[in-house]
């Protein structure tokens, strides 16, 4: 059996005994029957990863020996920063689990002229925990150490003001720029919006901020899709892929 990773909150330090969360106890004893003897991977986020013992494996208490810290896969040399119009359902999941898999640093639901999800105060909070969790289920399946930021929602222009990356690219399929093949930046803001696009005046806005056009190719691609394949071009082209 593939040894299960295990992301928790607390500190890692080699020889330590810590008890783990009640959630990834339950999945440790309950869902996967771990037994003391079993081995883990456990990492917090910070760097690095550690190969570990089950001291103990009850069905609400599970503590685990910290063993000897190792590198692990680290964050990718390309900070890309997903700006991404809030969609319904699953879709909003794939989006956060796929960018993650996929190396993206950092994530920001937004409200937009056509997103049709309205998130009130206590929801939006929820959804904002919900997200942060799908995120790290990702990191702990695909090996990955450090967790990308989930940032809460925000409106588009706030979120244009506030982004501070070294390239900025606003996708839309009427655009004809693709990405240059030229330096390296080391940190990218990617701007995608809902199905049916940004509205005309979010574009200029976009440009306005110092976002350039681009588009994927001839074919138009759901909300979904567009930044997972621009996210991968990118990682491809100045990332770790």
Do not use: N
């Given at each position: 059996m593939r040894v299960p990773r295990i992301h928790t909150g607390q500190v890692l330090q080699s020889g330590s005994v810590i008890e783990l969360e009640p959630g990834a106890a339950q999945h440790l004893a309950r869902a996967l029957r771990m037994s003391a003897g079993d081995r883990v991977v456990l990492f917090n986020g910070h760097g690095g990863?550690?190969?570990?013992?089950?001291?103990?494996?009850?069905?609400k208490r599970?503590?685990?020996?910290?063993?000897?810290?190792?590198?692990?896969?680290?964050?990718s040399p390309l900070a890309i920063h997903l700006g991404i119009s809030i969609s319904?359902?699953?879709?909003?999941?794939?989006?956060?689990?796929?960018a993650t898999e996929l190396g993206a640093s950092e994530l920001t639901p937004l409200f937009t002229e056509r997103t049709e999800v309205k998130l009130e105060d206590e929801r939006s909070q929820k959804k904002l925990r919900h997200w942060r969790q799908?995120?790290?289920?990702?990191?702990?399946q695909c090996g990955r150490n450090d967790v990308p930021d989930i940032n809460p929602p925000a409106g588009l222009r706030e979120w244009l003001a506030s982004t501070r990356?070294?390239?900025?690219?606003?996708?839309?399929?009427?655009?004809?720029?693709?990405?240059?093949?030229?330096t390296a930046p080391a940190s990218i803001a990617l701007l995608v919006g809902p199905e049916g696009g940004l509205g005309?005046?979010?574009?200029?806005?976009?440009?306005?901020?110092?976002?350039?056009?681009?588009?994927?190719?001839?074919?138009v691609l759901r909300t979904e899709t567009a930044p997972l394949a621009?996210?991968?071009?990118?990682q491809s082209r100045w990332g770790d892929m």
């Open positions: 990863e550690y190969p570990s013992v089950l001291e103990r494996a009850e069905r599970v503590e685990v020996r910290v063993g000897e810290r190792r590198d692990g896969v680290e964050a319904r359902g699953e879709r909003m999941d794939w989006v956060v689990q796929k799908v995120a790290i289920s990702a990191c702990e990356a070294e390239r900025r690219y606003v996708l839309h399929h009427r655009a004809s720029d693709r990405p240059a093949a030229d005309t005046t979010e574009i200029a806005a976009a440009e306005q901020a110092g976002f350039e056009a681009l588009a994927l190719g001839p074919r621009a996210i991968a071009i990118l």
